[in-house]
């Protein structure tokens, strides 16, 4: 550890410019699954513990649609209304039914949908890692010591594109209005004649695109899996539980925050420990929101 | 008096037990005994072990068998199915020592397996020598009856130590980066590299385990592009070979000697051809191999007597290879021993140094096989797997242009 802490500071400071790219990079993709799972679990308390496995499926459509020669801009387009309709089969089948229902039974139904998830993408598309290599041109600078890859920056462009896509389309339109609204109040909102279950419906697709999305960009960077799953949702409950929800400026930043955490953790204590640092960022901001809460706590005689 | 009358027929009944009427030699066969997979999870390696066993005992009785005391001798192998459960192996290889007499034994297939039986061919002392089982964890339990004629498990990497040592003028100097998973087999590769590493005195530089669920090992790389190590040593099955290889790639990741296991199973070569150049790949036997024998004469030999036997097989697995070379240690020790005697023959087994077409034997205090390598075998440009016997045959450093 010693050694890494001199190498990053002293040795060679030129390789934080990397992590931090890197950092930047994982953090963009790391967004936009949260923000998807902050919706839901906003507007209709759920937890959607399968949110990774949306991810890695979203990373195999986009893994077949590639074997087709289909260019990757068309793969985003043809993804992400896939998985929206997807997502909304699911909302239909299953998460209607849970939505009243305690919290736990939200947990065990999601948690079931992503074993199933995971076993029928190892049937279709088998354990092997797989990767998409667009053979793009990899961008160096500093004597090589820092590399980009041009995949990595259209990656994070296009989570960009997709960021402010969500944003206008939760600000401007009618649809996004009623989600909030929703969220808000949902009684006030049935009231006024909004049709909460297709605003629900929605919002459970929406976010299944999103995570398509986030699937594809993956699948570009990275490598996927069908069991690797899991690790995109527990950085999403990390990323919302620090950001809280519905606010999506501060989901991207604890995306970020998140990512440049975990590559810093990775530089200095081992890549092994990059997977854990999320996970000790959530349990750091139940702790403190548990001390903060002890305000306002009042016992009851 | 009940009592005493009880263990006098206990003992009895232990004694013929231990002492059975039928023997291990019947007229002029030797019998040897194997519990082995043919139904289960390890039905296709467990076929691809029994074939080997079966063209070897063809081959040698063709030749004139076993010569003991003046006498030749046929080989046979008495099978039973163990369907790939360990508790089934156990039970099957007591009934092959205590009801069937066999005093010989060839292994099953897999480590877990060999695991279950060993016990038991230690108990009676009868002697085993396997080909399927790599875990170095079998050869730390003091067992006296086993000998096991592949390389174990911590010597997937070693081989590549040797190599960064003769490629150096200086061994010392020698800056070696290591990523492994923490899994047991990866750990096991990395023991054996350690123990490599600190017999040259080289330096470990990085020494980074990677995570079982590894997508992503970016931040080991920029850390090997800070250093620039002599060599890179990587171990995380196949997905650590194929996110190795894909990031390599697009970090320009230039190290002389980049080494890692399960290039083969993550389809580098097929993957990444561009990167996968110069890669070091291990593996316990290939067909291309310069030894032989004046059994199965070379490598290549074995290979197509074995296709010839066996006309299913278009790509030979190196399973069948080593299970093989079981049953030739056998006959050189048998006429060693030049007895029949568990003990003689197990002695002449320890005593074994032999070249075969499988490679080299002699097995250590332990039981494993220490004289022969695991092989090398590196990728080059044109995605093809070439064998690398010596530092010589290597190319070095690894020429890619990113």
């Known amino acids: 550890m010693w050694d890494n802490l001199q190498l990053l500071f002293v040795w060679a400071p030129i390789i934080n410019v990397q992590v931090i790219l890197d950092g930047i990079f994982v953090g963009a993709v790391f967004a936009l699954s949260a923000y998807g799972l902050a919706l839901v679990w906003g507007v209709m308390n759920i937890k959607n513990l399968a949110q990774g496995d949306f991810v890695i499926m979203g990373g195999y459509m986009a893994l077949a649609l590639h074997q087709l020669h289909v260019p990757l801009v068309l793969i985003l387009l ?184 975990e590559k810093y953790t990775g530089a200095i204590l081992g890549t092994a420990y990059e997977v854990a640092a999320p996970v000790s960022i959530l349990l750091l901001v139940l702790i403190w929101r548990q001390i903060q809460m002890r305000r306002n706590r009042q016992v009851v005689r | 008096m009940f009592m005493k009358h009880g263990i006098v027929a206990g003992v009895a009944l232990a004694v013929s037990l231990a002492t059975p009427a039928m ?94 039986i060993a016990p038991v061919s230690e108990k009676f002392g009868v002697p085993m020598v396997e080909a399927e089982g790599a875990s170095r964890s079998l050869f730390t339990q003091g067992y006296k009856y086993l000998f096991a004629v592949l390389s174990t498990s ?48 080289m330096k470990v530089v990085i020494d980074d385990q990677l995570p079982a669920d590894l997508s992503d090992m970016s931040t080991t790389l920029t850390k090997v592009k800070a250093l620039k190590p002599d060599a890179l040593i990587i171990s995380g099955h196949s997905k650590g070979a194929a996110t190795a290889a894909r990031q390599i790639d697009e970090m320009k990741v230039n190290v002389p000697m980049i080494a890692l296991t399960h290039c083969e199973a993550a389809k580098v070569q097929e993957k990444f051809p561009k990167t996968a150049n110069g890669f070091l790949c291990p593996t316990q036997w290939v067909e291309t191999l310069s030894k032989s024998d004046p059994m199965f004469g070379s490598a290549a030999d074995w290979n197509t007597g074995f296709k ?78 070439k064998l690398v016997e010596k530092a010589g045959d290597m190319v070095f450093p690894r020429n890619v242009a990113y």
């Open chain 1, 78 to 261: 043809i993804v992400m209304p896939l998985m929206f309709m997807f997502g909304w089969v699911i909302y239909v089948l299953m998460i209607r039914r849970i939505i009243d229902q305690d919290m736990f039974v939200s947990l065990l139904a999601t948690f079931g949908l992503s074993l199933l998830l995971q076993q029928v993408m190892n049937l279709i598309f088998g354990p092997e890692v797989q990767t998409i290599d667009m053979e793009l041109p990899v961008y160096d600078a500093f004597d090589n010591m820092v590399t980009v890859p041009s995949s990595k920056l259209i990656t994070l462009g296009l989570a960009a594109v997709i960021a402010t896509g969500v944003i206008i389309f939760m600000k401007r339109s009618r649809a996004g209005q009623a989600i909030r609204a929703t969220a808000q109040d949902p009684r006030a909102a049935r009231v006024l004649g909004i049709d909460i279950d297709r605003v629900y419906a929605f919002t459970f697709a929406f976010n299944a695109a999103l995570c398509g999305a986030a699937g594809v960009l993956v699948s570009i960077i990275w490598v996927i899996q069908p069991f690797y799953g899991i690790t995109y949702s527990v950085r999403s409950f990390a990323i919302v539980t620090a950001a809280g929800l519905g606010n999506l400026p501060a989901v991207i930043g604890a995306g970020f925050g998140i990512g440049l955490f």
């Open chain 2, 23 to 116: 023997a291990k030699v019947e007229g002029d066969t030797i019998i040897l005994g194997s519990s082995i997979s043919l139904t289960g999870k390890y039905a296709t390696n467990g076929l691809h072990t029994q074939r080997g066993y079966d063209y070897a005992v063809k081959v040698i009785n063709e030749a004139g068998g076993v010569k003991v005391g003046g006498k030749s001798y046929k080989l046979d192998v008495k099978y039973y199915d163990d369907e790939s459960t360990p508790a089934r192996g156990a039970q099957l290889a007591e009934r092959l020592i205590q009801q069937d007499g066999v005093e010989y034994m060839l292994g099953p297939y897999s480590s877990g397996m060999t695991k279950a």
């Open chain 2, 308 to 385: 010839a036997d066996n006309p299913t097989y278009t790509s030979v697995p190196y399973q069948s290879a080593q299970a093989s070379a079981a049953v030739y240690v056998f006959k050189e020790a048998f006429e060693a021993a030049n007895s029949f005697d568990k003990d003689a023959v197990r002695d002449a087994i320890s005593k074994v140094e032999m070249e075969t077409f499988y490679g080299d034997i002699k097995f250590s205090e332990n039981g494993n096989n220490i004289a022969k390598p695991m092989f090398m075998r590196q990728i080059d440009g044109s995605g093809q797997y």
């Open chain 2, 154 to 201: 911590e010597q997937y990497l070693a081989t590549a130590i040797d190599f960064a040592a003769e490629k150096s003028s200086n061994p010392g100097d020698v800056r070696i980066a290591l990523a492994f998973e923490g899994d047991p087999f990866s750990m096991d590769v990395r023991a054996g590299v350690m123990d490599k590493i600190n017999e040259y005195g």
